[in-house]
T-cell receptor, first 116, second 112 residues
Framework: DAGVIQSPRHEVTEMGQEVTLRCKPISGHNSLFWYRQTMMRGLELLIYFNNNVPIDDSGMPEDRFSAKMPNASFSTLKIQPSEPRDSAVYFC??????????????FGPGTRLTVL | EDQVTQSPEALRLQEGESSSLNCSYTVSGLRGLFWYRQDPGKGPEFLFTLYSAGEEKEKERLKATLTKKESFLHITAPKPEDSATYLCAVRPGSSNTGKLIFGQGTTLQVKP
């Protein structure tokens, strides 16, 4: 079975440009999570969705960041405008939610973003 | 404030030399403690979930245990392929949240 799919795997852009990261969760998983990983701050949750609805976006650092989940098989994380401090590895994870309880999360390979 | 602290930050072992990694947590209630393995350039890979003090889980050379304040990941007779960063995460129990709080990780290097 395919795991979580993320694209692109690497993105290099210039400050001020718009960046869009994409994620396809594991089929049948109804929770989706976006994380950011840096050496300084480790792995931080940005936002998560249940059944395509955003539940907690308290980790989104600024209004420059936005995330959408238009259907059960696709989500995007957008940064506009991008800044050098946004450089990090962005992970998407998905999880099955059964009986109202959350289960373990399965991570994608990540997108390494470099903003020059 | 919910917090997860892992120690040591880095650990070097000889092949076959058993050791333990520590994950201490401060959280308002606990709805699960998770261990992940992360190889360079890859996403975290799920290993174990523990829910209550006294619980233990095993997988090959790895064994995870849980108390009310910490968890240990015991590595028995490690091999070079066990080299990776091991991440611990907790799910707070204050509300039915899906949020995980991760520690900074322990980077394990096993030399042949």
């Amino acid at each position: 079975d395919a795991g979580v799919i993320q694209s692109p795997r690497h993105e290099v852009t210039e400050m001020g440009q718009e960046v869009t990261l994409r994620c396809k969760p594991i089929s049948g998983h109804n929770s989706l999570f976006w994380y950011r990983q840096t050496m300084m701050r480790g792995l931080e949750l940005l936002i998560y969705f249940n059944n395509n609805v955003p539940i907690d976006d308290s980790g989104m650092p600024e209004d420059r960041f936005s995330a959408k989940m238009p259907n059960a098989s696709f989500s995007t994380l957008k940064i506009q405008p991008s800044e050098p401090r946004d450089s990090a590895v962005y992970f998407c994870a998905s999880s099955p939610r059964t009986g109202g309880s959350y289960n373990e999360q399965f991570f994608g390979p990540g997108t390494r973003l470099t903003v020059l | 404030e919910d917090q997860v602290t892992q120690s040591p930050e880095a650990l070097r072992l000889q092949e076959g030399e058993s050791s333990s990694l520590n994950c201490s947590y401060t959280v308002s209630g606990l709805r699960g403690l998770f261990w992940y393995r992360q190889d360079p350039g890859k996403g975290p890979e799920f290993l174990f979930t523990l829910y209550s003090a006294g619980e233990e889980k095993e997988k090959e050379r790895l064994k995870a245990t849980l108390t009310k304040k910490e968890s240990f990941l015991h590595i028995t007779a490690p091999k070079p392929e066990d080299s990776a960063t091991y991440l611990c995460a907790v799910r707070p129990g204050s509300s039915n949240t899906g949020k995980l709080i991760f520690g900074q990780g322990t980077t394990l290097q096993v030399k042949p």
